[in-house]
Each structure stands twice: as C-alpha cells, then as structure tokens.
C-alpha cells in the first residue's frame, strides 16, 4: 500500500515550476515536508524565478540582492502584518525596500504624516540650530 504513495520527487518539481506564486506559498504552509523543498532546496529558487516571470509579467521585480525569490514572493504575495497596527495584511509591500506592508486608510495616513514630519526635522536639524532654553 506504501508503493503506490510514492511520488518522484522530480515530478513535484517540475509541477511546481509551472503553478502561480499564491499557490507555491499555500504549498509551503500545507505541510512539513513541502518548505524544506520548496525554500531551502538548491532547485528551489528557480521554481520560484519561473512562477515569477509567468504569471507576474518579465517587468515584475526580482528580488534585491539579499532575499531569496522565496522571500520575495513572500513578500508581495504573502499575508504580513501591518508595520503599524499589527493586523494580516495581504496588500502590496507599502515599501519594497523596507519590505512592510500597511492596512489601507489610517495606517498608510499615520506613516504618510510621520515620513512627512520626519523629513521636516531632519532639513531643520541639517540646516538650523535651535536656542536652547
């Protein structure tokens, strides 16, 4: 009954070469098995550089220098929480560099006001000295 459970490893990659980068991730969270093939095998990156290029597009981005093409689709596709109120979140990275994500509304406001007052003080503080009291 064992013999017929058996499914060639090799045949697992070459399914997954040709699935969508939403379905790679659910594989990835459906069993104990799957990551260790799937994130850290030799093959693994090119499974996902396949997925990515197409389904997302040959203009999608690839993943900066140091991420894996699993920690980037992870990234654009995957639930993360919100930086600010710590909610899932499975919108696009508000910012690819800094690799977070924010919920819609409120929390994009309160970083848009704090990037904004960030600013301010930093040309005030390159540029002006205050009086202390």
């Excluded at 969508?20 to 069993?31: D, G, I, K, N, V």
């Excluded at 260790?36 to 597009?57: E, H, M, Q, T």
């Excluded at 981005?61 to 980037?72: A, I, W, Y």
Aim: hydrophobic content about 35%; glycine content about 4%.
């Amino acid at each position: 009954m064992t013999d017929c459970l058996v499914f060639p490893l090799e045949l697992f990659f070459w399914t997954w070469r040709y699935c969508p980068p939403t379905t790679l991730l659910a594989f990835t969270q459906c069993s104990k098995r799957l990551p260790r093939f799937l994130v850290n095998s030799p093959r693994s990156d090119a499974i996902w550089a396949n997925s990515r290029k197409c389904y997302c597009g040959p203009d999608f981005p690839g993943p900066p220098p140091s991420t894996s093409e699993f920690q980037n689709v992870s990234l654009i596709f995957g639930v993360k929480p919100c930086y600010i109120c710590q909610s899932p979140n499975a919108e696009f990275p508000f910012s690819y560099a800094l690799k977070i994500k924010l919920c819609e509304g409120v929390c994009t406001i309160i970083s848009s006001v704090h990037a904004t007052v960030t600013s301010i003080c930093y040309r005030l503080n390159a540029g002006v000295y205050f009086a202390r009291e």
